[in-house]
């Protein structure tokens, strides 16, 4: 079964531009998550689509914006980049949605690593 | 807040060494505690740890949960360089939340 699938992998943009970051879970699975990675904060949830719907979201600002297709794949767009948001974006996928009956965990992507200049 | 500790935060030890990496969690509502070991890029799933007192074990990887003390420990014996990694703790809570991640501890096994 092929894993998570995330493009680009490395993008380069200037500030104030915006950027989509496009993650397709593996087969089968309908629960999405992005995570910030930053050497100084780890790792930062962002958001989590399930069949999509937002289901959960971080303390992110709204530039931060994300949606699911009905393919389960999910993208995620920052518009007016901060030098800031310099990051590797991870995304992760699992079968089902956070919740109760939640067993399974996540698999992740190998992540975009997006630099602000 | 909902916050996950990990010690060290980084560590260099020789091949053959065992170590032990830390995770101490407060957080409302636990339901599980995660590890995992990202090389490169991609996080990867090591253990889930839902019972305390219970030791899972992977070849040279094992890993057991105190829910009395809210920590866990991940143990590595006879460490390879392959076991060169950042070591990802985290905690999954019940209801419809996300997971709550430790900064993590970089371990490096030198020759």
Avoid at chain 1, 86 to 100: E, I, K, R, T, V
Avoid at chain 2, 43 to 53: A, I
Wanted: one cysteine or more.
């Amino acid at each position: 079964k092929a894993g998570v699938t995330q493009t680009p992998r490395y993008l380069i943009k200037t500030r104030g531009q915006q950027v989509t970051l496009s993650c397709s879970p593996i087969s089968g699975h309908r629960s999405v998550s992005w995570y910030q990675q930053t050497p100084g904060q780890g790792l930062q949830f962002l958001f989590e689509y399930f069949s999509e719907t937002q289901r959960n979201k971080g303390n992110f600002p709204g530039r931060f914006s994300g949606r699911q297709f009905s393919n389960s794949r999910s993208e995620m767009n920052v518009s007016t980049l901060e030098l800031g948001d310099s990051a590797l974006y991870l995304c992760a996928s699992s079968f089902g949605p956070a919740g109760p009956a939640r067993t399974d965990t996540q698999y992740f992507g190998p992540g975009t690593r997006l630099t602000v200049l | 807040e909902d916050k996950v500790v990990q010690s060290p935060l980084s560590l260099v030890v020789h091949e053959g060494d065992t170590v032990t990496l830390n995770c101490s969690y407060e957080v409302t509502n636990f339901r599980s505690l995660l590890w995992y070991k990202q090389e490169k890029k991609a996080p990867t799933f090591l253990f889930m740890l839902t019972s305390s007192g219970i030791e899972k074990k992977s070849g040279r990887l094992s890993s057991i949960l105190d829910k009395k003390e809210l920590f866990s420990i991940l143990n590595i014996t006879a460490t390879q360089t392959g076991d060169s990694a950042v070591y990802l703790c985290a905690v999954l809570r019940s209801g419809n939340t996300p997971l709550v991640f430790g900064k993590g501890t970089r371990l490096s096994v030198i020759a």
